[in-house]
């Protein structure tokens, strides 16, 4: 199976928010955001794998600043890291305000997709090659924060957490 960098999975969405989008405060609601987050994550995934991919968990999603009504949202989403069957996808997020000509980060967040072959059950996944300085610190990290996510989803123990371990000096 071929290597593939995180460049080849970028993908850029961007979204106007709309009345029907916001909550009564005239704020983008964080469940529609997290909707769009998924469907960018996950379209960089197929590219990555070139199959179809499931979310697999989201990470922590903590929001910096709120997205107005009439502004515009950008979600950026790329690989990270590709496991056997998975890969963590980083995501970006900024509001920009056209009336007034700026643009903010909003939040980021990390999702793991799982791809699927045609009997819908897990399949290999094409390995990651990171070239630039983010996406090597990015892609270290990622074992890291897998580590992490089947801790807390029970599937791992604290014990086994080899990265964890180093980072605490345990």
Not at 83 to 103: A, C, P
Not at 106 to 121: G, H, I, M
């Amino acid at each position: 199976m071929e290597q593939r960098k995180p460049s080849e999975s970028i993908v850029i969405m961007t979204e106007l928010v709309l009345p029907n989008d916001t909550n009564l405060f005239g704020n983008l609601m964080g469940g529609r955001l997290m909707y769009w987050m998924d469907i960018a994550a996950a379209l960089s995934a197929s590219k990555h794998c070139n199959a179809p991919v499931v979310t697999a968990s989201v990470d922590n999603i903590s929001f910096e600043s709120p997205i107005k009504l009439g502004n515009v949202v950008h979600i950026e989403a790329m690989i990270t890291r590709a496991f056997k069957t998975s890969m963590e996808i980083h995501l970006k997020v900024w509001g920009e305000d056209l009336t007034h000509q700026y643009r903010y980060q909003s939040n980021e967040a990390y999702y793991t997709f799982v791809a699927l072959d045609p009997n819908r059950k897990p399949r290999p996944v094409p390995a990651l090659v990171p070239e630039t300085p983010e996406e090597k610190e990015l892609f270290e990290g990622a074992l890291r924060r897998r580590q992490l996510r089947l801790i807390l989803g029970g599937k791992m123990k604290p014990h086994d957490a080899t990265e964890l371990k180093a980072l605490f000096n345990v």
